[in-house]
């Protein structure tokens, strides 16, 4: 059974910084690519960014770039989200996702990702 695990999220003020991490159990992540969604509080999931394990090839959103990096760390078989310079608009669930089909174009449809972790929430103040 694969199992995503989100953690890290927290309450930082605009303009701090906040780490989120992924870790996998079940599975490992390399030959998938690792991508990064959020949720605010009645908007729609929307893409963050990805990873691929195996190139390390990145793809942000416009709103994140520059301001967000994802990485990976193999001997923990963990990725990270690193956000700094946050705003509030930045406030949302963030949930970690695998998707086995490799790196492409499509990175940011959520719809191929098969595994979603619980989410972790992040929450910017003014």
């Known amino acids: 059974q694969v199992q995503l695990v989100e953690s890290g999220g927290g309450l930082r003020q605009a303009g701090g910084s906040l780490r989120v991490s992924c870790t996998a159990s079940?599975?490992?992540?390399?030959?998938?690519?690792i991508g990064w969604f959020r949720q605010a509080p009645e908007k729609e999931r929307e893409f963050v960014a990805a990873?691929?394990?195996?190139?390390?090839?990145?793809a942000y959103a416009d709103s994140v770039k520059d301001r967000f990096t994802t990485s990976r760390d193999s001997a923990r078989n963990t990725v990270y989200l690193q956000m700094n310079s946050l705003k509030p608009e930045d406030t949302a669930v963030y949930f970690c996702?695998?998707?086995?089909?490799?790196?492409?174009?499509?990175?940011?449809?959520?719809?191929?990702?098969?595994?979603w972790g619980q989410g972790t929430q992040v929450t910017v103040s003014s």
């Open positions: 990873i691929d394990w195996s190139s390390r090839s990145t």
């Open positions: 079940g599975r490992t992540f390399s030959s998938y690519v």
């Open positions: 996702a695998t998707e086995p089909r490799g790196w492409g174009p499509w990175v940011e449809d959520e719809d191929i990702y098969d595994y």
